[in-house]
């Protein structure tokens, strides 16, 4: 039996050239599905649309309605909508499914990214392969190197109505802030910017194979806790096994500022709790140990 994948269509035209892109690629081997957040009038109407274009490539099309928890509704979606794609993957058989992300997608990530500080691991940005952790499907993002642009002229040849993203008109929402001053700085390139995040991926990539090195030579356990020896590891790499020791050792994920700050402040010496986590460090070994339940 063929191997068969799956493609998130919302409507809009990045997501219609993507499966305009794959049915031609792949004819018999593609699936659709579009996520109905229930949160605008119109989402139903442009559900149908994606199902009638879908009927006419002869794609199998699947609606899936989500329910959004309230908060950080833009978050609550991204969360809803993931979750839907993996069930639904998993019920169809699939073995990954393809978003549309896009250069454009990208330039706007690393820009929100800078903006708020964000250290290599961030700066990466979108990934190009992903997993959802409720079911272990894969997330695939093909078009990374691709520009909006080309995205909509592919849709537009073929003679398909796109939907319009309401985010385009929605400047409450950070990202289309981002979008559209990128928009209006025609001196700042999307697609440059993409590959730029491209690099630091692959950096990202070197940095996790100098911690996996650093850990099986220089951590150990002891009694209830783990001990890093660091030698001569720059900080990055010190940073990031502080932050799998508290992991390990039951605490909360803590923020890379957090660590860093702690960090400094027991350079010389000391004891303090994070996440969880008792810290210590006596003559340069930290060790780190399950706080426990408090009396």
């Known amino acids: 039996m063929p191997l068969r994948f799956g493609v998130a269509v919302s409507g809009g035209p990045d997501s219609l050239a993507l499966l305009l892109l794959t049915h031609a690629l792949r004819p018999d081997h593609v699936e659709a599905a579009t996520v109905d957040h229930g949160l605008r009038p119109e989402s139903a109407g442009e559900a149908v649309e994606v199902a009638r274009v879908c009927a006419e490539l002869g794609v199998a099309h699947s609606t899936i309605p989500v329910r959004v928890e309230e908060g950080n509704m833009q978050e609550a979606a991204r969360k809803a909508r993931y979750a839907a794609l993996g069930d639904w993957a998993a019920e169809r058989g699939l073995v990954a499914v393809a978003t549309a992300h896009h250069a454009d997608d990208q330039a706007e990530t690393v820009l929100m990214r800078l903006n708020r500080a964000s250290g290599l691991r961030g700066l990466s ?63 700042l390139d999307a697609e440059g910017i993409a590959r730029s995040a491209g690099h630091l991926a692959q950096a990202e990539q070197a940095l996790g194979w100098a911690v996996e090195r650093e850990w099986c030579e220089q951590v150990t356990e002891s009694g209830d806790g783990l001990v890093y020896r660091p030698i001569d590891a720059p900080e990055a790499i010190r ?57």
Do not use: C
């Not at 992991?247 to 702690?262: D, I, N, V, W, Y």
């Open 239 to 295: 940073l990031r096994i502080f932050e799998r020791m508290i992991a390990l050792s039951g605490g909360s994920q803590p923020r890379g500022g957090e660590l860093a700050a702690l960090s400094e402040r027991l350079r010389g010496g000391g004891r303090a709790t994070l996440g969880g986590a008792i810290v210590e460090v006596v003559r340069g070994t930290w060790t780190v140990r399950p706080e426990g339940p408090r009396r």
């Open 125 to 187: 940005a979108i990934r190009p392969v992903n997993v959802i952790p409720s079911t272990g499907t894969l997330i695939v993002r093909p078009l990374l190197a691709w520009t909006k642009a080309e995205l909509q002229r592919i849709v537009t040849e073929a003679g398909i109505a796109a939907v319009v993203d309401p985010s385009n008109t929605d400047l409450r929402f950070d990202r289309a802030r981002v979008r559209a001053g990128l928009a209006s700085a025609n001196w």
